[in-house]
Each structure stands twice: as C-alpha cells, then as structure tokens.
C-alpha cells in the first residue's frame, strides 16, 4: 500500500516513515524542509519538496500518484510563537491543512492520520486527561490543531473521511537505530534545552514559573518516546486500512508527569555535571499539568511506550547529540 507522508522530513515524521517501511508500506514524504532535514528522508524513499499552503503544490501530488492513506505530520509547534503570531499558525496548520484534505477528496483517498496535541486541552480540571475531557486550548497552536479536528468530523460527515486523530503529549528521545534526533532552527521543547546548558550550547536554562500548584512549583509534563510515538502511528494506520476503519481520537503519553525541575535533575544524573537553572516568570499559555491517560489506545489498538522512561528519553537524546555537535548541518 502507498502513503503520502506530510512533514515526513521532520522530527516525528522521519521516524514514523521508517516504521512504516519496516512494515511493508510504499511511502511517499512531503515537505516543504523549513522545518525539516532532506537528510532524515531516507535515500529509497521519493521526496517531493512543495508547500500545503499552495494548493496546486498538493494538488499536482494527487493527479500523478494514487495514494492509499495520507499521514499528516507538517505543523509548526512552537506554542509561544503562536501566541505572539497567530496568523502564521492559522495559515499553515488550519488553511494548508484543508488545502491537503481537499486535495485527498477530489482524489478519493479517504484514510487520513492526523498529528494532533495535548494542547488541546488547555488547563484540564481531571489528571489524567481523557479523549473526552473539554477541549478549550489555551494557546494559538492548540486552537489550531482543535480547528482542524472539528473540521475532520465534517469531512467525515460529508465525505466519508476516515481519520485517526492522534494527541500528543510532550514527543522527545531519539531514534538512535536509524540516526535521527530533533534539530529545529529554534529549540523551545524543555529536554533539548536542558542538554543545550548541559553542553555549554545555552548559558543555562529558564524555568518558567515556580509558583504553580504543583509538588515543586514548576509545570507537569508527561513525556513519550518518539519512537513509541511512531509505533502508535502504524497500529493507527492499521486499524483504518485493515480492521476498522471508524474514525477515532486517542491520546499519546506514557501516563507519567515530571516537573520541569525533576526533568533537570534526573538530566544531570545522565550527563554528570552540574547545570545552571534560572528562574523566570510564567509564559503565557502554559498550562501547570498535563499527563495523558492512554488506556483508550492500549485497549483498542494494544500499543504500549514500551521506551518512554524519562531515563532512556534523556539518555537517547544526549547521544544522539553527541554524535551530532552540529545538527543535521555539516
């Protein structure tokens, strides 16, 4: 079977494309790499540089190849940037978004993955966070990433769309067995920046908050592997093409939270050395907790993070930016 990968030359995406060729899967990556490396695409694999916010760019995609499924990776994430500049994230993660769902009707390719998040949530009442929890997002990002999955359940309506939508909690690690790890041009995700100070890249790293209403004062995350992450993508997958195609949301986390400073600790544990911290006020649009419940994906699907131990998250990281000082970049 043959998939179109959106983002595929991106962190998350990269690692996804390669699970799915493991798995038998034709796949197909496009992306724009102003986000991605040409690098992660492996050398077998087509990959068509072209832009979801112009539409004849996807378009073209669809009237040249027959696609069985479309995973939809190509986003940008960066929360406090989508509080300081909605626009850019509505135009590309809502409006290329339809660009790209439009282009799979006229084509009548009606499988679609999409790469939805937490953020949805906003600042959830209940810990862990269930699929049925209100969904009020406290920042741009998740407002988009929530605007397109209402839009799916319309497409559904109308279309006969079949999605899986999957919520992210905080992606980290790295694929050490194929070589990939997250370099983005502007790093705002806590681990990497942890390493950063640890290396000497950054001065230190800020703690943002330390008066919220948590066991040290500082936010809640819940952590998954990337490559977990991915796995869940393929078992998603599966589940439309081969078992039940009814469309469904799952979150994706380990159901274990950590504050940012239990983050910076178990960091320096890994790294053996000292690094420095500074305490900074709140970011706005931050949530104190978010921690997945999960049980709806292993019940349904039988996934399981079977690699998202903080530990082996951190650990994976730090080598894979050993052994790459410099990023992608040579």
Known sequence: MKLLVTGGAGFIGGVTTRQLLKNGFDVVVFDNLSCGHKEIVPNSTKLIVGDLRKKEDIFKVFEEERFDAVLHF???????????NPSKYFENNVIATMNLLDAMIKANVNNFIFSSSAAVYGNPKTIPVTEDAPTLPLNAYGQTKLTVEEYLKWYEHAYGLNYVSLRYFNAAGADLENDIGEDRSVETHLIPLVLFAALGKNKSISVFGTDYPTRD????????????????????????????????????????????????????????????????????????????????????????????????????????????????RK
């Not at 190509?74 to 300081?84: H, K, Q």
Request: aromatic share 6%; proline share 5%.
């Open 74 to 84: 190509a986003a940008y994430t960066i929360v406090p940037e989508s509080m300081s």
């Open 217 to 328: 004062g500082t936010c809640i995350r819940d952590y998954i592997h990337v490559v977990d992450l991915a796995s869940a993508h393929v078992l998603a997958l599966k589940k439309l093409l081969n078992s039940d195609p009814k469309s469904s949301i799952y979150n994706l986390g380990s159901q274990n939270g950590f504050t940012v400073r239990e983050v910076i600790s178990a960091a320096e544990k890994i790294v053996g050395r000292k690094i420095n911290v500074v305490d900074s006020p709140r970011r706005e649009g931050d949530p104190p907790a978010l921690i997945a419940s999960s049980k709806k994906i292993k019940d349904e699907l039988g996934w399981v993070a079977q690699n998202s131990e903080i530990e082996k998250i951190i650990k994976d990281t730090w080598q894979w930016m050993q052994n790459h000082p410099k990023g992608y």
